[in-house]
């Protein structure tokens, strides 16, 4: 659903108390963890039962939005501008990620458009912002004043932050006494000066205030599978509602996505901080290795002899920053293992095996859950590995900040693939 229309589906849906916004974190190296924003998670659980707690039994209200809680085979986007529609408070975890990356800036920016097209006299009074992370000396963000005097009692907050006070024991007492006040301020603004949902911007379409130090780097997602034209060699019975006219429209796992597969790896490389770029793997003129990236292949398309070649001489040589992952969404039946096999071989012949990210990578996925924990880790490896290696772009960035890839580009440039992506 595009994000005008969706915006005007959320406008007349149930209400939530606040929105929290933060900085997706790259799940480290050889961690096979897949929540690395578990902090951010335990915070929101604990400010939402605190909410709840407050809350009106009248307001109708649902306590809070946080992303890690939409179903995994959802339209993301359709979901997070339901909730930036209807949220009465924003509450933003600010941090120097929060304002060096694009996304969480954008729904900054698009929360306080809603309110000045809804009449809000003070839009910022309808922010929340809580410190997470400290910020440099010379960072002074919109409520940040506000946010420090929720814990003016409890000084370790200004010099540590949220996140530090919920993992250290000696803190929990300050960290409750805040998570407490933080829950008043909100509902006492949603329940006294109710908004009600409104139309909110494109998320996408709408650029962060607090200027980000570079532009989003550029992630390729190449797909290898077949197009519903191509399905001649798939086992009678097979569900042609897999594919789509084109290779990107692949849905492995068609009960339970509602969108293709690339798009959902595209909303986990910009929940990263990638402008994303989708192709078909054989789409006349694409290179593979100039950017960091995946291939996301289907072991039903080397069914032929043709795409089967295909595929061994696209992989031929690539860099290490790009990585592969199998999955294996197509029917259990024996040739879908031997297509299986085969692909195995040809990755692993083209050097695509050499580490353990990527090996499990080649080992591949076989549900849309294994896939969401698995893709994370991949896109943060594949960016690791061009950093080491790859062409690098000079950095403009202050120090410390994350560093920018070579080929970036404004984002305004960078395709948004999972417009054009064709229901399967």
């Given at each position: ?43 929101f ?11 009106s ?20 986007k359709?979901?997070?501008?339901q ?42 009074r309808?922010?929340v912002?809580?410190l ?10 919109p ?62 379409e709408?650029e ?7 532009v ?9 599978a ?23 429209g ?14 959902y ?25 100039h ?6 292949i ?20 690539l ?42 990578g ?12 698995l ?28 560093p ?21």
């Amino acid at each position: 659903m595009a994000g005008r229309d969706s915006a005007r589906a959320g406008s007349g849906q149930g209400g939530r108390y606040f929105y929290l916004s933060y900085a997706h974190s790259a799940p480290l190296t050889g961690s096979r963890r897949a929540d690395p924003d578990r902090w951010v998670r335990r915070f929101f659980l604990d400010l939402r039962d605190a909410v709840a707690f407050r809350a009106s039994p009248k307001s109708g209200l649902a306590p809070g939005f946080f992303d890690q809680e939409v179903p995994l085979g959802s339209d993301w986007k359709a979901v997070r501008t339901q909730a930036l529609c209807s949220a009465e408070v924003f509450v933003p975890l600010y941090s120097p990620s929060y304002f060096a990356w694009s996304l969480p800036g954008r729904e900054w920016a698009c929360y306080r458009q809603r309110m000045i097209q809804a009449g809000v006299a003070d839009p910022l009074r309808r922010f929340v912002p809580v410190l997470w992370i400290p910020l440099p000396s010379d960072r002074d963000p919109p409520g940040l004043p506000q946010s420090l005097a929720v814990g003016a009692t409890e000084p370790a907050y200004a010099e540590n932050g949220m996140r530090a006070l919920l993992r250290l024991a000696p803190y929990h007492t300050s960290y409750r006494l805040i998570v407490d006040r933080l829950a008043a301020r909100i509902v006492d603004l949603a329940d006294n000066a109710p908004l009600g949902p409104s139309v909110v911007p494109d998320v996408d379409e709408t650029e962060s205030e607090f200027s980000p130090e570079a532009v989003a780097a550029v992630f390729s997602v190449t797909v290898a599978a077949p197009a519903r034209a191509g399905l001649s060699a798939l086992p009678r019975g097979f569900d042609p509602a897999c594919y789509g006219d084109r290779g990107i429209g692949w849905r492995p796992f068609p009960q339970e996505q509602e969108l293709s597969l690339a798009y959902y790896a595209t909303q986990v490389a910009e929940q990263l901080d990638f402008g994303v770029v989708v192709t078909d793997i054989e789409m006349p003129g694409h290179v593979l290795g100039h950017r960091p990236g995946v291939i996301l292949i289907d072991p039903w398309f080397v069914a032929h002899d043709q795409e089967r070649h295909a595929l061994r001489s696209h992989l031929y040589g690539l860099p290490s920053w790009v990585l592969p992952l199998i999955v294996l969404g197509s029917p259990g039946s024996a040739d879908a293992a031997s297509h299986a096999r085969r692909v195995r071989t040809i990755l692993l012949e083209a050097g695509m095996g050499n580490s353990e990210t990527a090996r499990r990578g080649v080992d591949g996925v076989s549900s849309l859950r294994e896939f969401f924990a698995l893709m994370p880790v991949l896109v943060a490896e594949a960016e690791r590995q061009y950093l080491r290696r790859g062409p690098m772009a000079p950095s403009t960035a202050r120090p410390g900040s994350r560093p920018r890839l070579a080929g970036s580009r404004p984002a305004g440039l960078i395709p948004q693939p999972h417009r054009e992506v064709p229901d399967a």
